[in-house]
Nanobody, 118 residues
Framework: QVQLVESGGGLGQAGGSLRLSCVASGRTLSNRAVGWFRQAPGKEREFLAAITWRGSGTRYKNFIEGRFFISKDIAKNTVYLQMNRLKPEDTAVYYC???????????WGQGTQVTVAS
């Protein structure tokens, strides 16, 4: 089982940027993918982006690329979500998850709160 810990959340300003980090430990990620999701109050959890640990495969939610970017640092066992041009509607708990593919996730972190002030 892989353990995931998110960080980097907090209060952001509309139009500003935040970078979230997801540090993995435990089981190797070498044949897996890591994704970012978010859940706003009263809404369902939604997929944002994912990246393969090997190679350069990525997948994004429609219309999110251009503001949000996913990247990885293999040496640090970390996946990042760079969020630019923040909007108040980006306010949510952000989770990272690991899985076998870019669309299948079975290990989840505890989440980090992002609040964007207008």
């Amino acid at each position: 089982q892989v353990q995931l810990v998110e960080s980097g959340g907090g209060l952001g300003q509309a139009g500003g940027s935040l970078r979230l980090s997801c540090v993995a430990s435990g089981r190797t990620l070498s044949n897996r993918a890591v994704g970012w999701f978010r859940q706003a109050p009263g809404k369902e959890r939604e997929f944002l982006a994912a990246i393969t640990w090997r190679g350069s495969g990525t997948r994004y939610k429609n219309f999110i690329e251009g503001r949000f970017f996913i990247s990885k640092d293999i040496a640090k066992n970390t996946v990042y979500l760079q969020m630019n041009r923040l909007k108040p509607e980006d306010t949510a708990v952000y989770y990272c998850a690991a899985g076998a593919t870019l669309t299948n996730f079975d290990s989840w972190g505890q989440g980090t709160q992002v609040t964007v002030a207008s």
